[in-house]
């Protein structure tokens, strides 16, 4: 097989390097390809953009997971005449608003 070459060179003085040398070095011709070549198609889908559809599911999880903690009570219940007079009175604010908008 006529594959594609190339030549990896790793810096004695940083030790990362030196360890990750030291490790290829220890595997046979072929472990140490399957390895390198794993290791680039591992760091190229952890770089992929996400979808947008796995981010909202990310944020659906994550929501899910931040409110299964919380306790929530249930406010206390107006009673409609008043709940109705407010309304009004908020939509009078809303109108005499507009009158300056």
């Not at 952890?46 to 559809?53: L, Y």
């Not at 206390?76 to 407010?86: E, H, I, L, M, R």
Request: no cysteine; net charge negative.
């Amino acid at each position: 097989m006529n594959g594609f070459r190339f030549t990896l060179r790793f810096r004695a003085d940083n030790e990362a390097e030196r360890h990750a040398a030291e490790y290829l070095k220890s595997r046979k011709h072929g472990e140490q390809n399957r390895f390198l070549v794993g290791a680039v198609l591992s760091a190229l889908r952890e770089n992929t953009t996400a979808s947008p559809e796995s981010i909202r599911q990310i944020i659906r999880e994550e929501l899910a997971a931040a409110l299964s903690g919380m306790e929530f009570t249930t406010p206390p219940q107006k009673n409609s005449v008043a709940a109705d007079v407010q309304i009004q009175d908020d939509l009078s604010i809303l109108e005499d608003l507009e009158l300056f908008g």
